[in-house]
């Protein structure tokens, strides 16, 4: 499913503000995960696929391209601030399915970290994870 948004007209494109915790999940998939990541949400009958700067959502029964989020705004902003974008509407019930749609995305990219035990993509030889360690610290005495 390649797609860009620039070669296709939308019907309607609406400004819309993500919610920061939902972004910042799907960011972190990203991050994690690696991109382009492809999820599929069935309840809408849609599948996503996620970049770090777009977002397409096309229908799962003949991949016609629904909506894309686009143009997020994350510079200079605080982690818990929502992000505002553009939602390119390509077909004419996609204004029903937008509202619902992020958080899905961000729930079912939580079960995939989950599944994946919430590790790096590349974890570096030089990073040694902290472990908590039983019993008293050894520098407490001094």
């Not at 990541?37 to 629904?66: F, T």
């Not at 990219?109 to 019993?135: C, F, H, I, K, M």
């Amino acid at each position: 499913m390649t797609f860009d948004p620039r070669t296709r007209v939308p019907i309607r494109i609406l400004p819309k503000t993500i919610d920061a915790a939902c972004y910042n999940r799907i960011s972190l998939a990203l991050a994690r995960l690696g991109e382009p990541l492809n999820v599929e949400i069935g309840a809408l009958r849609m599948i996503i696929r996620v970049e770090r700067r777009l977002w397409v959502a096309c229908s799962l029964v003949n991949e016609i391209p629904l909506m894309a989020w686009v143009n997020f705004q994350v510079g200079g902003r605080g982690l818990h601030e929502p992000v505002p974008c553009q939602v390119r509407l390509y077909h004419f019930h996609a204004s029903l399915l937008m509202g619902h749609a992020p958080q899905l995305l961000a729930n079912k990219l939580d079960l995939r970290l989950e599944q994946y035990g919430n590790r790096l993509r590349w974890r570096s030889p030089a990073v040694t994870p902290l472990t908590r360690r039983e019993g008293p610290s050894p520098r407490r005495g001094v």
